[in-house]
């Protein structure tokens, strides 16, 4: 017989060792679907994670990195501190399009004027928009308590709508022969958040995300904010006694959250896509919850984990073209890696331990 | 800025100076919106990427990626198949032409086709199938086979070319039953079942006993199905395993021979940039099968449209006809001309509701 048992104390060397088992395991395990599927699982494998890094064109690839993490990670940074004092904001996706939304129409307010001011304030009307739509929830949780995940997630579609609606008209291209979608940003350089070193992949997007997971790993860990955050997540009662007060801790994690996200969609709309068109948000919302938890909530974690999830997206890419590997087994892979590092939390938590089976 | 770019361009001209040394085959790269089982769309461009690999056999290589997001992804995505040595790129989506044209500036020497597009450049071509020849034969059956005169219609976008294609199936349900009225669903995706099956659903509660669609799946058709006497088209491909009912025929795009041809013109040298409008007289777009459960008279006729068309005696879009506001479009006799059907944002007279802008 076997029985888990718990630990008094969670362990300090699982908690850094699972992140580090569920990759293997999920190597392992995605290399037997791949050899299912009639690929020779090494290569599969080696293309996914080798071929962006250090393959023959890693020099496009390893840019692309950056521009596929840096949403991910600056949302999820937002969205760990909230995780971490149980506060649950589950539509950074809407957010993150109204970030774009917000950020985009402002700077095509200008249009076509040319000047140095533009593009700061498209950042602080992206920020603004996303802070804006995490506000909704945060205000119902504080003001009638309700339910901040359902709320959240529910003003995804909201937004959703919302960009279909100014893509088709407000922020329609006048002179798009009537199709859908604004105009190119990246054809507009006083709101172009432009590579700020050619072929390097850095956007403002990326500044902003190393920057966060610094003032993140601060306020964590040298600010008494930080400590509240910390204190409601494990000791709510502690959290209390101590002087804690929710719902300005609600409001500030929903609303830095929600701020994070719009700046990371207002990047994205002014660089790498350039268009608000009503298939410009791609998941970055939702699976930046699967990268904070990747990443353990902390910081630095989450910058790892950003750039692990994005080298699965690319190298999942060049797998699809190189060795005709269907979509689908892509993002079976990616689910994989969420449930091992879920399945092996256990562990930190938990010891196995095998027990005698006695008779009743 | 300029300089910028030139650091770029040179970057990447080195890539692709390294990657295609070894290489004698033509490599046809594809990029897909949705999955190649999406039973649709995609379904019929895959099909298309075989028959290229049939027809050149050892001569060619295909690569493709599927269910790409329109955008950042979609670029990049297209840049790895050219530095991977891709020499022609079909790329199957109306939300991929900025990225392509993004990318052919990088690789001049690679040749791209975009689907569905306006924009081209010296080695971008556009091509689109004239999918409103099509409509215009089911609008035909439609308009006869309904009972309640209410006939539902999945809008994928409110762009021209899905504008066109209700305008077109109105005009010829109108001729034949001149009650009938259209019920319009926008579900804003290309492919998505769970969506599509829900507008289906929406519009057979409203009394639709005949559902056309601009969307990929067979949703639809399944929720017709369901509902047991409501008429369906197959959409992009035949979807014929819902024949002979609720599907009683389909609009088929057929890439293959343009795919084929085009192959061979980048084996030859002698690719140009084109921008091609192909049809029902061309192939591009065929109609499939019409079931047993369309009364032979109607399908004798929906064939002899067909014929017309294909002969080239008619165009669906012919005067007199009035926009929706009641002003004059085009006179007795007089058809429409290609410019002003690929721009189409205006619903023609009778259809009601308002395109969403």
Not at chain 1, 307 to 313: E, S
Not at chain 2, 290 to 300: F, S
Request: one cysteine or more; hydrophobic letters at 50%; charged letters at 15%.
């Amino acid at each position: 017989m076997i029985v888990l048992e718990k630990r008094p104390q969670p362990s300090k060397a699982w908690s850094y060792a699972t992140p580090l088992v569920a990759v293997l395991a999920t190597m392992v395990f995605g290399g037997v679907l791949f050899t299912i599927l009639g690929k020779n699982p090494i290569e599969a494998i080696g293309t996914i994670f080798w071929e962006p890094l250090f393959g023959e064109f890693a020099f496009y690839y390893r840019p692309q990195l950056l521009v596929k993490g840096a949403p991910l990670v600056l949302i999820a940074i937002g969205l760990s501190l909230g995780f971490r004092a149980g506060i649950w904001n589950i539509g950074a996706e809407g957010q993150y399009i109204m970030g774009a939304i917000f950020g985009a129409g402002a700077g095509l307010a200008f249009y076509p004027l040319d000047a140095f001011y533009i593009f700061p304030i498209m950042v602080i009307s992206g920020a603004f928009g996303g802070w804006l739509w995490a506000m909704i929830p945060a205000f119902l949780k504080v003001r009638f308590g309700t339910n901040e995940i359902l709320v959240s997630l529910m003003l995804v579609y909201v937004a959703e709508q919302m960009l279909a609606s100014v893509s088709l008209g407000l922020l329609k291209n006048p002179e798009g022969f009537g199709f859908p979608g604004s105009r190119n940003l990246q054809q507009y350089d006083s709101a172009h958040n432009a590579e700020l070193i050619a072929g390097s992949g850095m956007h403002w997007g990326v500044v902003t995300a190393l920057i966060a997971v610094i003032f993140a790993y601060v306020l964590l860990n040298r600010h008494m904010l930080g400590f509240h955050i910390r204190l409601t997540g494990e000791a709510p009662r502690a959290a209390k006694f101590a002087g804690v007060n929710p719902a300005r801790l609600i409001l500030f994690c929903l609303g830095l959250s929600g701020a994070l996200a719009g700046l990371a969609g207002m990047f994205e709309v002014s660089g790498p896509s350039g268009v608000v068109s009503i298939d410009f948000n791609v998941g970055y919302g939702f699976t930046a919850i699967i990268v904070a938890f990747l990443g353990r909530l902390h910081p630095v974690g989450i910058l790892l984990a950003g750039g692990l999830m994005a080298l699965t997206y690319i190298g999942g890419e060049i797998a699809q073209s190189k060795l005709g590997l269907p979509a689908a087994a892509i993002q079976v892979f990616q689910g994989m890696l969420l449930f091992f590092l879920l399945a092996f939390d256990l562990l930190t938590n938990y010891r196995i331990r095998a027990a005698r089976s006695e008779v009743a | 800025m300029k300089f910028k770019s030139l650091l770029t361009t040179a970057a990447i001209a080195l890539g692709l100076a390294t990657g295609a040394v070894a290489q004698d085959k033509t490599k046809v790269g594809f990029v897909y919106v949705g999955p190649v089982g999406d039973g649709g769309w995609t379904y019929e461009h895959n099909k298309g990427r075989l028959a290229v690999e049939d027809h050149f056999g050892d001569k060619v290589e295909t690569v493709f990626v599927e269910s790409v997001p329109e955008g950042p992804d979609a670029e990049r995505v297209m840049t790895q198949m050219a530095l991977e040595g891709a020499d022609l790129i079909f790329t199957t989506s109306f939300g991929y032409m900025d990225p392509t044209i993004n990318v052919a500036q990088k690789f001049p020497n690679v040749k791209f086709e975009h689907a569905t597009g306006y924009k081209t450049a010296d080695n971008v071509s556009v091509y689109s199938a004239r999918f409103y020849e099509g409509r215009a034969v089911q609008g035909h059956i439609a308009g006869n086979m309904t009972k309640s005169n209410i006939i539902g219609y999945i809008g994928s976008y409110p762009i021209p070319e899905v504008i066109r294609g209700i305008n077109s199936a109105y005009i010829h349900a109108k001729k034949v039953n001149p009650d009938v009225e259209f019920k319009i669903v926008w579900a804003y995706t290309w492919f998505d079942p769970a969506k599509e099956a829900d507008a289906a659903t929406v519009l057979i509660e409203q009394g639709a006993d005949v559902i056309l669609q601009h969307t990929d799946s067979t949703a639809p058709q399944a929720a017709a199905q369901e509902a047991g006497n409501v008429v369906t088209f197959g959409q992009a491909s035949d979807m014929s395993e819902y024949a002979p009912f609720p599907r009683v025929s389909s609009i088929i795009d057929d890439w293959a021979p343009y795919y084929i041809a085009r192959t061979q013109a980048v084996m030859d040298g002698t690719w140009e940039s084109a921008n091609t409008w192909d049809g029902i007289r061309e192939g591009m777009v065929a109609i499939g099968e019409i079931t047993e459960a369309v009364p032979a008279d109607v399908k004798e006729e929906a064939l002899a449209l067909k014929a017309a068309m294909a002969a080239g005696e008619y165009h669906p879009f012919t005067g007199p006809l009035k926009k929706q506001d009641g002003s004059d479009w085009l006179a007795e006799g007089e058809t429409a001309d290609d410019g002003t059907l690929a721009g189409m944002n205006f619903y023609v007279e009778g259809l009601e509701g308002e395109i969403p802008q």
